[in-house]
C-alpha cells in the first residue's frame, strides 16, 4: 500500500487478472484521487471520490473509500497490457495542497 | 489543443547555472502546483498558488523561486543548480472552487551535471 514512509510498491499480474493497490492517509480529507503515470509521462487522472462517497467505479476501476480506517483502495479489473504504468493516489486537505503517495508500479503481462 | 503545457521538456546544465521553466495552462483553473519527482517516483509538493497568490511553499531552498504573473502561468526559477536538483518537475493546475481533479504537464526532465 501507499504510505508516506514506505518504499513505493511493485505488483506484477498476468493479462485478465484483476489488479489491487491500497493508499492510506493520516489526516481527514475532501477527496481522494488516483493518477496514472506512463514510463517516461505525466499524470493522468483516473477517479476522484470525496469523503462523502465510500464506493465510484469507472470503466474498468473501482475505487473504495474507508474514512474511518483512513484507506482507499483502487481495483483494475480483467487487466490489460496497457495497464502497465505506475499508480498513484493523492489526497485533497482542503488546504490548496494534493499530496501525493509514493506509488505503486504494476505490470501487466501478456 | 494542451491543457498544460510546459517548456522545456528536457534541461542539462551544469552546476552553479541558473534555469527556467515554465508552465501555462488553458483550463482557466484557479490552482497551479510545482512537483519534484526523484528518482523513486515519488512527487513532493514545492509550491501552490491560488489566484496568483503563494500558498504553499514547502520547505524549498530559496534557490527556487516561483512566479505567477497571472492565472494562467506558473514559471519556476531555479539558482544555483546543485547535483541534487535534478528529477522530473511536474507543473499541475486544478479548479480549487469546484474540488475537482488536477491536470498535468508532461514534465520537465532536468539534469545538473
Known amino acids: 500500500s501507499q504510505q508516506g514512509e514506505e518504499d513505493p510498491q511493485a505488483l506484477s499480474i498476468q493479462e485478465g487478472e484483476n489488479a489491487t493497490m491500497n493508499c492510506s492517509y493520516k489526516?481527514?480529507?475532501?477527496?481522494l484521487q488516483w493518477y496514472r503515470q506512463n514510463s517516461g509521462r505525466g499524470l493522468v487522472h483516473l477517479i476522484l471520490?470525496?469523503?462523502?462517497?465510500r464506493e465510484k467505479h469507472s470503466g474498468r476501476l473501482r475505487v473504495t473509500l474507508d474514512t474511518s480506517k483512513k484507506s482507499s483502495s483502487l481495483l483494475i479489473t480483467a487487466s490489460r497490457a496497457a495497464d502497465t504504468a505506475s499508480y498513484f493516489c493523492?489526497?485533497?486537505?482542503?488546504?490548496?495542497?494534493?499530496?501525493f503517495g509514493k506509488g505503486n508500479q504494476v505490470v501487466v503481462i501478456p | 489543443d494542451t491543457a498544460v503545457s510546459q517548456t522545456p521538456k528536457y534541461l542539462v546544465t551544469q552546476m552553479g547555472n541558473d534555469k527556467s521553466i515554465k508552465c501555462e495552462q488553458n483550463?482557466?483553473?484557479?490552482?497551479m502546483y510545482w512537483y519534484k519527482q526523484d528518482s523513486k517516483k515519488f512527487l513532493k509538493i514545492m509550491f501552490s498558488?491560488?489566484?496568483?497568490?503563494?500558498?504553499i511553499n514547502e520547505t524549498v531552498p530559496n534557490r527556487f523561486s516561483p512566479k505567477s504573473p497571472d492565472k494562467a502561468h506558473l514559471n519556476l526559477h531555479i539558482n544555483s543548480l546543485e547535483l541534487g536538483d535534478s528529477a522530473v518537475y511536474f507543473c499541475?493546475?486544478?479548479?480549487?472552487?469546484?474540488?475537482?481533479?488536477?491536470?498535468f504537464g508532461q514534465g520537465t526532465r532536468l539534469t545538473v551535471v
Open positions: 499541475a493546475s486544478t479548479s480549487w472552487t469546484e474540488n475537482t481533479e488536477a491536470f
Open positions: 489526516t481527514s480529507i475532501n477527496n
Open positions: 471520490i470525496r469523503s462523502n462517497e
Open positions: 493523492a489526497t485533497d486537505h482542503g488546504n490548496n495542497r494534493l499530496a
Open positions: 483550463l482557466g483553473h484557479d490552482t
Open positions: 498558488y491560488n489566484n496568483k497568490e503563494l500558498i
